[in-house]
C-alpha cells in the first residue's frame, strides 16, 4: 500500500512538473499584441516596396508611364558600367578606411577617459556632442571651414598644399569625407569602447603591472583581448553604416569633383530622380545583397561572443 502510494505520488509529481514546464514555455499573448504590429509595419512598408523594386529592376520603367519585361538585363549593364563601378570602389574604400580611423581615435580616447584624469566625465560628454549635430549640417559646416577658413589659415602660415580647398581636388576630396564621417561615428564607439573597458576588473591590471609588465603591453595582452567582440561589433556596424554615407557627400561636395566622391547611395538617388528609375533600382537590389551578406557575416563573426560582450 506504501509502495502503490509513492508510486502514485511521484507519477502526479512528475506530471505537475511537465504541466508547470508547458506553462513556463507557453508564450504570453502580450508578445504577440506587440510582435504582431511591428511585422504588419515592417511588410507593409519596409518588405513589400523591396519586393516591387525588384520587381522593377527587371523592367525598363523610368517611375511613370508603361513599362516592358527587360529580364536581367539592367544587372548586365551595371557589371560593365564604370560609372557604377566607380562608385563601388568610393564607397567600399571609403568605408574600410573611414572605420578604421573611427576605431582607433575612439578606442584611444576611450582608454585615455577611462584612466583617471581630471574632468574626465565633462570631457565624455563633450566628445558626445557630434552624435546629437544632424549629419547635413555638420557637413555644411566642415564646408565652410574647407573652402575659407583652412585655405586663409594655410596661405598665412605658408603651407601651400592647403591653399586651395581640398573639396576641389579630385585626389584629396575624398579625405574632407573621411575626416567629417569619422567625427560624427567616433562617439558612438566611444561609448561602447568605454562600456567595454569599464567592465574590465582591475585586478588583471594590477596583476599583470606585479608581473612586470609595461603600459603597452597591459593593452594588448589584457585590454585588446577582453575588448574583441567590441572592438568586432564596432567595427561590423561601422563598415555597414559608412557603405550607406550620402549627406555628409551631399554636403560637402555633392559627389564632385566630377564623380570622384560619388557613392552607391548618391547614384541611386540620383537616378531615382533622373529618369533612371529601374536600372538604379537594380542598382539597388545589388546593393541590398551586399549589405545582407555583410549582416551574414555579422552574425557569424559575433556568434559564441555573447559571454564578451
Known amino acids: 500500500m506504501t509502495h502503490r502510494t509513492s508510486a502514485t505520488t511521484l507519477y502526479r509529481r512528475k506530471s505537475y512538473r511537465r504541466g508547470s514546464y508547458?506553462?513556463?514555455?507557453r508564450v504570453d499573448r502580450v508578445y504577440y499584441l506587440f510582435l504582431v504590429p511591428t511585422l504588419l509595419v515592417f511588410t507593409a512598408f519596409v518588405v513589400i516596396p523591396a519586393l516591387i523594386g525588384i520587381f522593377y529592376s527587371l523592367t525598363d520603367y523610368v517611375g511613370f508611364g508603361e513599362w516592358s519585361?527587360?529580364?536581367?538585363?539592367?544587372?548586365?549593364?551595371?557589371?560593365?558600367?564604370?560609372?557604377?563601378?566607380?562608385?563601388?570602389?568610393?564607397?567600399?574604400?571609403?568605408?574600410?578606411?573611414t572605420v578604421v580611423v573611427a576605431q582607433v581615435i575612439a578606442l584611444a580616447l576611450a582608454v585615455a577617459l577611462t584612466r583617471r584624469?581630471?574632468?574626465?566625465?565633462?570631457?565624455r560628454t563633450v566628445f558626445v556632442i557630434p552624435m546629437v549635430v544632424s549629419g547635413i549640417v555638420v557637413a555644411y559646416v566642415?564646408?565652410?571651414?574647407?573652402?575659407?577658413?583652412?585655405?586663409?589659415?594655410?596661405?598665412?602660415?605658408?603651407?601651400?598644399?592647403?591653399e586651395e580647398s581640398i573639396l576641389g581636388n579630385p585626389d584629396l576630396a575624398w579625405l574632407s569625407i573621411v575626416i567629417v564621417s569619422a567625427w560624427q561615428t567616433i562617439p558612438g564607439a566611444l561609448l561602447v569602447y568605454t562600456a567595454g573597458l569599464t567592465s574590465i576588473p582591475t585586478d588583471l591590471y594590477e596583476a599583470s603591472a606585479l608581473d612586470g609588465a609595461s603600459p603597452w603591453r597591459q593593452f594588448r595582452s589584457v585590454t585588446v583581448p577582453l575588448i574583441a567582440g567590441f572592438i568586432l561589433i564596432n567595427t561590423i556596424l561601422g563598415v555597414k553604416g559608412y557603405l550607406g554615407v550620402y549627406d555628409v557627400i551631399v554636403g560637402l561636395t555633392g559627389g564632385g569633383p566630377g564623380t570622384a566622391?560619388?557613392?552607391?547611395?548618391?547614384t541611386i538617388f540620383g537616378g531615382f530622380t533622373g529618369g533612371d528609375y529601374a536600372y538604379q533600382m537594380a542598382n539597388a537590389t545589388v546593393f541590398l545583397v551586399v549589405t545582407a551578406l555583410i549582416s551574414v557575416a555579422q552574425i557569424i563573426a559575433t556568434r559564441g561572443r555573447a559571454v564578451r560582450l
Open 261 to 266: 566622391t560619388s557613392s552607391v547611395a548618391m
Open 117 to 123: 584624469i581630471r574632468f574626465a566625465t565633462t570631457l
Open 22 to 25: 508547458r506553462r513556463e514555455r
Open 69 to 97: 519585361f527587360l529580364g536581367l538585363s539592367n544587372y548586365a549593364a551595371l557589371f560593365s558600367d564604370p560609372r557604377i563601378l566607380e562608385a563601388y570602389g568610393f564607397t567600399l574604400g571609403f568605408a574600410v578606411v
Open 142 to 162: 566642415f564646408n565652410f571651414l574647407f573652402s575659407n577658413s583652412l585655405p586663409a589659415i594655410a596661405t598665412a602660415v605658408g603651407f601651400g598644399p592647403l
